[in-house]
């Protein structure tokens, strides 16, 4: 199993492009899957169909990025209306999933409404996430408490990585090393952070630093 985790959708980058054009191909299927956004985000269906459009800025970039890899079919599950069938035919076709920023526990709580943790689990292609759809591919990612969030918790992931967790958004903040050093303290495991200029991919067990990226602390609690 391969992933990619990052913060932004970075995937234009030369450290990102550099390392990912052995692994993206340009008869490969990308879905993008569209369940992370923030409740407070679209007060109504209208407003999601409008930000998702695809003229839309958001739709547009995914296009130029994945272009760079001679990438011409994407695809995008939309909350609203792909239904029961149509959701699992886009996962089962799609050769890679695209999981965007957002809410993680939200995307979480949209995916057990849809049925598609089991056959977003069962996927055995590529997988790249951003920021919060990097954090559900952790099996118990964290969340720390900042102006969304308004205390340290964890959350059920989809599991596709597991033995470690990230911190997404890096940037030395003072909650932010707080939550790692309870996530050690609690777990005893490695914590990667990944800036916005950084990601880590994940082949079968082998972790790449990539960008900015680093192991901040070990399972021992020493900052590295």
Do not use: C
Request: glycine letters at 6%.
């Amino acid at each position: 199993m391969k992933h990619l985790l990052l913060s932004r959708s970075i995937l234009d980058q030369p450290y990102i492009y550099d390392v990912m054009q052995h692994h993206i191909q340009k008869d490969d299927r990308v879905l993008v899957i569209l369940y992370s956004f923030f409740d407070i985000w679209f007060s109504t269906e209208a407003q999601y169909q409008a930000y998702y459009h695809k003229d839309a800025e958001y739709v547009q970039k995914m296009y130029r990025q994945l272009s760079m890899y001679g990438v011409s079919e994407v695809s995008f599950l939309n909350y609203y209306t792909d239904d029961e069938k149509t959701r699992i035919e886009k996962i089962k076709h799609a050769t890679i999933l695209y999981f965007p920023g957002g809410a993680p526990d939200q995307m979480m709580k949209r995916f057990d409404q849809h049925q598609l943790v089991k056959p977003l689990k069962q996927f055995k292609g590529l997988t790249i996430g951003s920021s919060a759809g990097a954090m559900i591919h952790l099996k118990k990612p964290h969340l720390y408490k900042d102006d969304d969030y308004h205390k340290f918790h964890y959350i059920q992931g989809l599991g596709f990585v597991d033995g470690f967790d990230i911190s997404v958004h890096y940037r030395r903040r003072n909650q932010q090393d707080k939550a790692i050093r309870r996530v050690v303290s609690e777990r005893a495991i490695d914590i990667y952070a990944i800036p916005d200029d950084g990601g880590l991919f994940i082949d079968n067990e082998n972790i790449q630093l990539l960008g900015s990226a680093s192991k901040i602390m070990n399972h021992k609690g020493k900052f590295l």
